[in-house]
């Protein structure tokens, strides 16, 4: 609730009115015949039981064998009588007739009735896996394959030792002098490319990686040039070693 100086008003206390007294639409009068009060309908064991030594069976008021069973009627003749069926066979008295004899072709109806017939399905034998010759064995492609992988490690083992053995015995030749300033020629020209590139491709502020990189891979080249032009340019005979 709000502080307010309205809430110092005292308010009204509303008072209910009081409901008229109850007073039944019956009649006060009752007869004291229509209350039993426990006269008549006196029960003295229907809670407790009976007393002690109320109950004194007899000996001749037992209970005899089929005493309890219920009286049934005597049994008449059924209304609905269960007439045998006669067996379509003919009995053991009967006489068979003779002389009938029948025109039709037994022959002709029964290959009638089979090529007009639908013929019957087969069913189909369970494969029984437990009973083929191949049962409990190793499948075969799993020996191929395991065929193959032994040739192809045997041909590994085969390619290491023969270049284990060429390894040792190094060879060598000398370089001819043609190519050698051929080659010496090719490294100046390839120099001055990246040289050129890198003096007038390249800005002065380098503010991104790229510029960075860019820097780092022309003065790796130039680097490596270097060192080949020197290494060529020592002596006039140069030893080419192969690497089988």
Not at 105 to 121: D, G, H, M, R, Y
Not at 210 to 215: D, E, G, V
Not at 219 to 233: G, Y
């Amino acid at each position: 609730m709000e502080e307010s100086i309205y809430n110092l008003i005292p308010t009204p206390q509303f008072v209910p009115k009081k409901p008229p007294l109850y007073s039944s639409t019956h009649e006060g009068r009752v007869e004291p015949k229509q209350f039993e009060l426990g006269v008549r309908t006196k029960k003295g064991h229907a809670t407790f039981g009976k007393p002690n030594g109320a109950f004194q069976p007899k000996p001749n008021s037992y209970t005899k064998a089929h005493g309890k069973e219920p009286i049934l009627p005597e049994p008449t003749r059924p209304t609905n009588r269960k007439e045998k069926s006669k067996p379509p066979v003919p009995t053991t008295k009967d006489k068979p007739i003779m002389g009938l004899c029948s025109e039709k072709n037994f022959i002709t109806t029964n290959a009638v009735e089979n090529i007009l017939s639908k013929p019957q399905k087969v069913p189909l034998e369970e494969p029984r896996f437990t009973q083929r010759k191949t049962f409990g064995k190793v499948p075969t492609y799993l020996k191929q394959i395991k065929a193959r992988i032994s040739q192809e490690n045997e041909y590994v083992r085969q390619y290491i030792e023969q270049r284990d053995m060429q390894g040792s015995q190094t060879t060598a030749q000398q370089m001819p002098e043609e190519e050698r300033r051929e080659l010496l020629d090719h490294l100046k020209t390839k120099w001055q490319e990246v040289n050129s590139a890198y003096q007038t491709k390249m800005s002065f502020v380098l503010d991104t990686p790229a510029k960075k990189m860019r820097k780092e891979s022309l003065e790796r080249q130039l680097a490596e040039i270097e060192k080949d032009i020197e290494l060529l340019s020592r002596g006039s005979t140069v030893v080419i070693v192969t690497d089988f």
